[in-house]
């Protein structure tokens, strides 16, 4: 039997969540269970993480009606209570510190935050928890890789803790969120890629900020100079092949045929994947050593030292970019929106890799949980991750000109256009399978100098045999680039 998951558009899910609320007749601001979770005896961390000193915030003001606080005081119809939290040591941690700083002002609740390493380590943590029913967070902060292994079996879809729930149109959903029609994630940020570049050394040879891959070769080997610790060119080729998907979607490639409406016929070695791939080959040429061994937070520090003269890479990391402590190069990096493939279906376009707030189903307090994650998505909220961590996912704040106008800020910029046109994971189970393992090995053969036909020919065929085992209808074609 195929599997049966998707994504649902924005415009849809503003439908489904229109439609759920009339039907359901519930009042705004009410919360709903068919049934009460079970409430585990397993005892919660104490530890509470406080806030490290950081700049004050500007708040929004009725200066402008774009960056108006829907939220600003406590109101007795609020749920009361405590929440547990967990996250990763993201760039954007500081931020998440600061909401939580500020929902705790304007509710009188209290979310207890831990933290981990790594996304590996998130994601360890939310399974085990929720799988083995110890209860010990109410909220789950998730991104694509995590979502797709608990959606729908251990998550609350949001229409049944929440029948009322209509966000704001300004609000950006992910579509990883969304199962069978219901969506499971209330939005926390957006975290696209966008173009790092050292705009002192495009300056000092005249070029412009890329907008097209072949424009992102070019000055890959104008600048390209290892005797000076210069790399043209900064790939994520270890174990999380991000990069490479937006790539190979950029040159309008994909997995599958179309996997949003069912067609799971294998298409990664079309003429557009190769094209995607060759490009990826040449950029390897003039990339560090060891590409495929480069992590995100290798391009971090290759970009801070004043090594690198380019990468793609989440948004989140320009917030350190011009940190005196922590960059050699403050204020020299820019930022452009994804470059765009020069093939058929070519778009500027990024991964959603945003991530969501899930409510597990052994959640100890619901309806805090659900205040929360609706606080963390309103303007108020949403203006402190712009601010402190990155892009926010309200077009109405990534696009407010008090933000832009500010010089640390200039990311944003880049992010606001790309975000329109983000694009998603295949929205399936079998995602983080397909991801971290078959796809991830043709991104380490091509960065290490296998033959990209080949590589790619041996990734369609070990995709078809994974989804043909796993019960979809596929096939695939050698050489497809030919046909």
Not at 16 to 31: F, K, Q, S
Not at 272 to 287: D, I, P, Q, R, V
Not at 381 to 410: E, F
Not at 470 to 481: A, I
């Amino acid at each position: 039997m195929v599997a049966e998951s998707k994504k649902v558009s924005r415009r849809r899910f503003l439908l489904y969540t229109a439609v759920g609320a009339i039907l359901i007749g519930a009042a705004a601001g009410t919360y709903y269970l068919t049934s009460k979770p079970t409430v585990t005896s397993t005892p919660t961390t104490t530890s509470t993480l406080t806030s490290s000193p950081s700049p004050t915030i500007t708040t929004p003001t009725t200066q402008t009606s774009t960056t108006t606080s829907p939220i600003t005081t406590i109101t007795s119809t609020r749920p009361t209570g405590k929440i547990t939290t967990l996250l990763h040591k993201a760039p954007w941690l500081e931020a998440y510190k600061k909401i939580i700083e500020q929902y705790k002002n304007v509710s009188g609740n209290e979310v207890v935050l831990e933290t981990v390493a790594g996304i590996p380590d998130l994601r360890d943590k939310y399974i085990a928890d929720a799988t083995q029913g110890t209860a010990l967070y109410d909220i789950y902060t998730l991104v694509p890789v995590i979502a797709l292994s608990l959606i729908p079996n251990q998550l609350y879809p949001i229409e049944k803790i929440h029948p009322s729930y209509k966000p704001d149109p300004n609000i950006i959903q992910h579509p990883y969120g969304f199962y069978k029609g219901s969506n499971y994630l209330f939005p926390l940020n957006n975290n696209p890629e966008i173009i790092f570049y050292r705009k002192d050394l495009f300056d000092e040879v005249g070029l412009k900020p890329p907008v097209t891959w072949d424009d992102v070769v070019e000055a890959a080997k104008t600048l390209h100079n290892p005797s000076k610790e210069i790399y043209g060119f900064i790939p994520r080729g270890s174990a999380d092949p991000i990069t490479e998907y937006t790539m190979l979607r950029s040159f309008g490639g994909d997995w599958f045929v179309d996997w949003e409406n069912g067609d799971f016929t294998v298409r990664v070695n079309d003429a557009n994947g190769l094209a995607a791939f060759e490009t990826l080959a040449l950029l390897a040429k003039y990339s560090p050593p060891s590409p495929n061994t480069i992590s995100q937070t290798d391009i971090g520090n290759y970009m801070m030292s004043g090594k690198g003269a380019q990468t793609l890479v989440v948004a989140a990391l320009a917030t350190s970019m011009d940190d005196p402590k922590l960059s050699k190069v403050p204020n020299l990096i820019d930022y452009a929106p994804p470059p765009k493939g020069l093939a058929p279906g070519g778009m500027s376009t990024a991964v959603d890799g945003g991530f969501g707030l899930g409510v597990p189903l052994k959640s100890k307090n619901i309806p805090v949980a659900v205040d929360f994650a609706e606080f963390c998505a309103t303007k108020e909220a949403q203006y402190i991750m712009a601010q402190y961590g990155t892009a926010p996912c309200r077009m109405d704040v990534a696009q407010d000109p008090n933000l832009l106008k500010d010089p640390k800020n200039r990311y944003l910029k880049a992010a606001a256009q790309v975000i329109p046109n983000q694009v998603s994971w295949p929205c399936l189970p079998e995602q983080p399978y397909i991801k971290n393992t078959i796809f991830a090995k043709l991104v380490d053969k091509v960065l290490t100098g296998y033959p990209v036909k080949q590589a790619l020919n041996e990734c369609a065929e070990e995709m078809y045999k994974y989804m043909k085992e796993k019960g979809y209808k596929t096939s695939w074609t050698p050489n497809l680039w030919e046909k």
